[in-house]
């Protein structure tokens, strides 16, 4: 043994010095540094308001699972290019993983399979066409449909119309929302009238006034109701009934108050609830969804073991549930 | 399984059997330091794991009386406010003339940092006053609300209620507060005449929540509040409870006593300390999941199985040295004895090292010195017996040679040959002289060569001038030693073989020189010679040669001059049938002075 002397003698010094080193290391070494991970969470639209509960579930992981988040919203309510260059944006100021809520699941579709490939990305709320189910966390869009299309069809006769307003079916989840809504409704025998923009309708505060004073001309025997299937359209709605309804001139020539139902959980629409507009709402536990989306992004950028595929859950509330601990808790999430 | 771990323990035994003492030595050392510093890093770590739990449970322990004292001044507070509203403002109005509204405000105003409303309600849920002034929502029915029932169930008692979100009042700002209602039924007074209504002070939930985030950023683990009966009331990851993400043992903890004891939830150990709040009979509750009581925990494992591993590494170094140092004594000793298994006797016995292996090989050296001596002996023995081997082997002439002799004298006497009988005599009187050589078995070449000219002439009157004899003896040579009487056996073969077969005249020449620094003296004849294979047997142990004249073999003259002189000296025998034969005698070149002094001394000390 002692033949390999100074090789023996080499290996002790290097052994001696390398475990000095590391002790050295790991001494002086403090975690502050630990908070280095960047999230980027893109979310669709220009109302801020919208994503109060989905951005308390991401903050409330962050501050679990001590990642930096920055969180961004468009200039518009609707514009995949935006969209696409705030990503671009995010990738350059150097996030290591995206959580996004497409603004257009078609036309976002191949650039964030694209994406996907050079960083993670968790999609949420609404996916893009082609993302594996195993990265999109989400409630189950078309039994919230339906759900809002029981609740619809309880509450009201067969002679009622029920018109739809979805503007938005360019994202998947308002698309798959109508198709349970519609399914129900057609099921149980109910008409339905679906109010679509057409190409000359170039203002949307224009085209719901004027659908609604159609709908509500004095001497008209038509029942009807009115169900919006995402917070701006359901915000818009109520606005426009309230204000149609305030304005002197037109009160004269209304019938009786629409009925109206929704999905959503904005502040507005809570309010709205509250005070009477609107007839039930479907919401989803968008604080879940912001809090496991951040969870399934986190854990495939460590491939570290996910959990288990939860379904993110949604309620159905009115006027008279909406205290209920078991609502409120949802409904107006505590704040930090 | 047991003669499994008997055959391990034999095998493991074995290993150590065969391997070098440095190598047990250091495998020893280091296995022991390395069990010592395992057992020793392990009992420290879980010493010190034990200290910080308990450190953490006691700094916790602190944190939650803080914040019971903080909950007791907060809540204190709030009934204060309670009470002032009840008796400094309602119980001293008539409603039916003054509403509370003024005083309302005032108190609220100064209470505004920690109350969302106060608000006094009739029996019938009508509103007698708020602060802030507000309207009550339409359709709304105050007593069906819990804070309402609740406070007319228990009269006497102020109650509060788990935070909700309130639900009294219109706004327009689309902001809904959550709220702890503290509740109390009070006597209202109308037109003189008294009546039931309901005090509601609602306290901002942030105010609690304050209260507990600063505490909770300090505590290892978490601190949260319920009830009595265990519902939450503040927890540090509310909403996810809310949402079921996460789950908490609160039903459980909150039907504790006051103190601390450990549970395991959901897998994870942790310690709870529990602690009720005097007036609400709420419960703060401090967990600290046992992980957490040691936040640096993988560094510490990371720290101290670096810090074993180093001294793993020095000791491993330093039992290489310190079992080299005490091996290589042992290890030099043990080459010496392996050199003495070698028969090198002469060897210096190594001796150093500690004083056991010093004594060890002082006490081997001596050994080796007996035995050395004891070795000088049995050579000296051996010398002394080979010595009397040749006496032997020379004694083996003289009856022979003499029969030979008397036998030729008594046939000159016989044939009235006195003159030559005479001169036979006298040659074997001379032949005697030289055989006795004063008892010397070393004598000169000259002596030897005069000893086998006595002999001839003895024999040339037996064959009457049969042969004749050349003698060519180098003078140089005259003066150096040979064994006595080993010249004229061979003559006397070479007389008895070839001369006696031989028709014509015989002829044996002597020729005596030197080459090599070697003597060699060479008996040629020129008689009928000898097959090779009968060379080849004549100087071997087992020569079965018929034996005639003197009898003396030339075998033994070879061995006399090999046991005298060493292997490489003595005769050769060069033969060829029909063409004679030569005898050469090899001997080493010594000075018969030399060589005689030595004998003498021999024989002195024999």
Partial sequence: MWKNKPVLITLFFGLLALITLILYWSIISKPEARKSTNISVIVYGNNPERWTALKKGIEQAASDMDVNVNFLIMSKENDPAEQRATIERAIEDNAKGLLIAAT????????????????????????????????????????????????????????????????????????????????????????????????????????????????????????????????????????????????????????????????????????????????????????????????????????????????????????????????????????? | MKRRIKNFISFIKKYYQTRSIQFNISISFTLISVIAMIFLGATLFYRFSVESQNNAIESNKQLVEQVNLNMDTYLKNMMRISNSMYYSVIKNLDLAQVKPDKEMSLLYEANKDNLVSVACFKEDGQLVGAAPVSTVKSGLNVTTQDWYIRANEKIENIQFSTPHVQNLFENSNYRYYWVVSLSRAVELIEDGNTSRGTLLVDMNFSGIEQLFSKVNAKSTGYIYLTNRNGEIIYHPRQQLLYSHIIAENNFSAAA?????????????????????????????????????????????????????????????????????RIATPIKKLDASVKDLENEKLNLDIYIGGSYEIRHLGKTIKKVVEQMRKLMDDIVIEQEMKRKNELDILQSQINPHFLYNTLDSIVWMIESDRYEEAMAMVTALANLFRISLSKGKNIITIKDELQHVESYLSIQQVRYKDKFEVAIDISPAILECSTIKLILQPIVENAIYYAMEAMIGDGEIKINGYEKNGDIYIDVTDNGLGMPAEMVDQLLSDNAKIKRRGSGIGLRNIHQRITLYFGEEYGLSIFSEPDEGTTIQIHLPKIPYNELSNKEGKANVEK
């Fill in chain 2, 256 to 324: 504790q006593e006051d103190g601390y004891y450990e549970e395991r939830f959901e897998g994870v150990k942790r310690s709870v300390i529990v602690r009720t709040v005097g007036y609400t009979g709420w419960k703060i509750i401090s967990v600290i999941p046992t992980k957490d009581a040691f936040p640096n925990l993988i560094e510490m494992r990371f720290f101290a199985v670096l810090i074993i591993f180093l001294f793993i590494v020095i000791m491993s170094f330093m039992n290489l040295f310190v079992s080299k």
């Fill in chain 1, 104 to 336: 257009d699941s078609s036309e976002m579709a191949d650039y964030i399979k694209r994406i996907s490939e050079e960083i993670p990305v968790v999609m949420v709320e609404t996916t893009a066409l082609g993302v594996a189910k195993y990265n999109y966390i989400s409630v189950d869009n078309y039994v919230m449909g339906r759900k809002l299309g029981a609740a619809i069809t309880k509450d009201n006769s067969k002679d009622t119309t029920i018109c739809i307003y979805a503007p938005n079916r360019q994202r998947q989840s308002v698309e798959e929302r109508l198709t349970g809504l519609s399914d129900k409704l057609e099921e149980d025998g109910f008409n339905l009238v679906r109010w679509e923009m057409g190409k000359s309708d170039m203002n949307e505060d224009l085209f719901i006034e004027a659908k609604l004073k159609q709908s509500y001309l004095k001497g008209s025997e038509k029942k009807i109701a009115i169900a919006a299937l995402d917070n701006n359209s359901l915000e818009l709605i109520v606005g426009k009934v309230e204000n149609i309804l305030s304005t002197n001139e037109f009160l004269e020539t209304v019938t009786a108050n629409p009925k109206i139902y929704g999905i959503g959980n904005t502040d507005k629409i809570v309010h709205y609830l509250d005070k009477g507009y609107i007839e039930q709402i479907v919401f989803q536990n968008e604080f879940n969804m912001g809090y496991l989306g951040m969870e399934t992004l986190l854990n495939k950028m460590h491939k570290t073991v996910r959990r288990p595929n939860v379904d993110i859950s949604f309620s159905i509330v009115n006027k008279e549930t909406m205290y209920l601990p078991e609502n409120e808790r949802l409904l107006f999430p505590i704040v930090r």
